[in-house]
């Protein structure tokens, strides 16, 4: 009897253990993560101070590595451009590819073929 309530009292104390590390956990992912929304699937930094044309939320963001004809290397990543791309930078929502330099921070929209259908500079 003695050996199952020492046991019992173990998983109690293992038990609340495992509890306060899941809070402080889940606490401090609010903290680290507090400034990246991820509304509807999309990912949006509060820090960009980016126009009203601006879409709410990108399928991506990163460095601009690689630009070439039919495709960008983003943060790493090769990403194809679609046949009816569209480019956005701060000014304007209508630009072209031109405005766009290797080292600029970009956000991207995907289609359902995970080609680049937009693309916005961020700075």
Same mark, same amino acid.
């Given at each position: 009897?003695?050996?199952?309530?020492?046991?019992?009292?173990?998983?109690?104390?293992?038990?609340?253990?495992?509890?306060?590390?899941?809070?402080?956990? #889940?606490?401090? @992912?609010? &903290?680290?993560?507090?400034?990246? *929304?991820?509304? =509807?699937? %999309?990912?949006?930094?509060?820090?960009?101070?980016?126009?009203?044309?601006?879409?709410?939320?990108?399928?991506?963001?990163?460095?601009?590595?690689?630009?070439?004809?039919?495709?960008?290397?983003?943060?790493?990543?090769?990403?194809? #451009?679609?046949? @009816?791309? &569209?480019?956005?930078?701060?000014? *304007?929502?209508? =630009?072209? %590819?031109?405005?766009?330099?290797?080292?600029?921070?970009?956000?991207?929209?995907?289609?359902?073929?995970?080609?680049?259908?937009?693309?916005?500079?961020?700075?």
């Amino acid at each position: 009897m003695q050996v199952m309530q020492r046991h019992d009292k173990n998983w109690r104390k293992f038990a609340a253990a495992a509890l306060c590390v899941a809070v402080v956990a #889940l606490l401090a @992912s609010g &903290v680290i993560f507090g400034n990246l *929304s991820h509304a =509807a699937g %999309k990912i949006f930094l509060e820090e960009w101070k980016l126009p009203a044309f601006y879409p709410r939320g990108f399928d991506g963001y990163g460095r601009l590595d690689m630009i070439f004809e039919d495709r960008l290397v983003i943060s790493d990543t090769s990403r194809k #451009l679609s046949s @009816s791309v &569209v480019y956005g930078v701060p000014s *304007s929502s209508h =630009a072209s %590819k031109s405005a766009f330099r290797v080292g600029n921070m970009v956000g991207y929209l995907l289609n359902h073929q995970r080609e680049i259908v937009s693309l916005w500079l961020i700075k």
